[in-house]
């Protein structure tokens, strides 16, 4: 990437988060702001080349909508509640128009008592198991479930098992109403940290649009009420990393690079992984404690050993 495409993204990033900045859109590489999912917020904003994007988002979140209330309905009659999660729940919430939030899949909660027959369901719709063979541990977070059509990310979690403390209990009772028939949403607060969360889990290198979801989302909530409720789910460290990466995006400009916790804005924008060392060295750096630690390897171990049992 050249010094005026990286400037032109700085600029274009630092806009949609909320900081109005000049930035040559014919200077934007086009593909870069496609792959990190902002080209019908960057139309929005007046980059008249994604015109095109903006048309096939509209189009796909009708689509979308259609698919969710087919899944929704087959849940609702298996009775399982479900809570919206990421995209589609910001998608006509804190995105008006749904054609601003795309999306790869369709993110749901379901308690994980019902995953089972909550997988059941969806296979009568089509959907089978898709993703890798540790997906059947129960430390796992989620299930992948794919049809010709879509693809469902089915949770019973944000984080493998034993990495935080978050109260899967709390965010079931303060959901709150959803804008879509036979769904719920998480309080603010709880879907805002379930966002870091997520970002976190990725060592921040996740779509640009991910960034914003989480300014966004935290714009009306208080930061001391944001860091309390993290501390006591162990996820400090994620959510202050998360903070401190949208204030080097916001400002437009490199900012410091935290080499080994936390990628700095340059390699965010960029979107190219670090090695495989450095990703887990960073996810480590995010954990709170030793506890966090112990429960991230036994959960990785949990899953490798579900895994080696299905392939046999």
Not at 165 to 174: L, P, S, T, V
Not at 227 to 233: E, L, T
Not at 252 to 264: D, K
């Amino acid at each position: 990437m050249t010094e005026a495409e990286r400037r032109a993204m700085r600029g274009l990033v630092a806009t949609l988060l909320g900081n109005p900045t000049p930035f040559t859109a014919a200077d934007l590489p086009l593909e870069l702001v496609r792959r990190h999912l902002l080209a019908p917020l960057a139309y929005k904003a007046g980059v008249a080349a994604f015109r095109n994007d903006y048309i096939v988002s509209s189009l796909q979140a009708e689509r979308r909508a259609l698919v969710l209330a087919e899944a929704l309905d087959a849940l609702g009659n298996a009775g399982i509640p479900v809570i919206l999660l990421k995209g589609i729940a910001y998608a006509g919430t804190i995105y008006p128009d749904p054609a601003e939030r795309p999306m790869s899949d369709i993110d749901l909660l379901v308690r994980s008592s019902d995953m089972s027959t909550a997988e059941q369901a969806l296979a009568r719709l089509g959907y089978w198991r898709a993703g890798s063979a540790a997906q059947s541990s129960v430390t796992r977070h989620a299930i992948t479930l794919k049809r010709r059509d879509g693809s469902i990310d089915l949770h019973r979690h944000i984080l493998h098992a034993g990495r935080s403390r978050m109260d899967m209990g709390a965010i079931w009772r303060e959901a709150v109403a959803s804008p879509v028939p036979g769904a719920r949403r998480p309080s603010p607060l709880h879907e805002y940290l379930l966002h870091a969360a997520h970002i976190g889990r990725h060592e921040g290198m996740v779509p640009l649009v991910n960034y914003t979801d989480a300014a966004r989302l935290g714009a009306a909530l208080s930061p001391a009420a944001v860091m309390a409720q993290a501390g006591g789910w162990r996820i400090a460290r994620t959510v202050k990393a998360v903070s401190d990466a949208l204030v080097s995006l916001l400002c437009a400009a490199a900012g410091p690079a935290h080499r080994y916790s936390y990628p700095s804005a340059d390699e965010i924008v960029d979107g190219t992984l670090p090695p495989r060392w450095l990703q887990l060295t960073r996810k480590l750096g995010m954990v709170d404690d030793w506890l966090g630690v112990i429960g991230f390897a036994l959960a990785t171990v949990r899953a490798r050993l579900a895994a080696r049992k299905k392939r046999s």
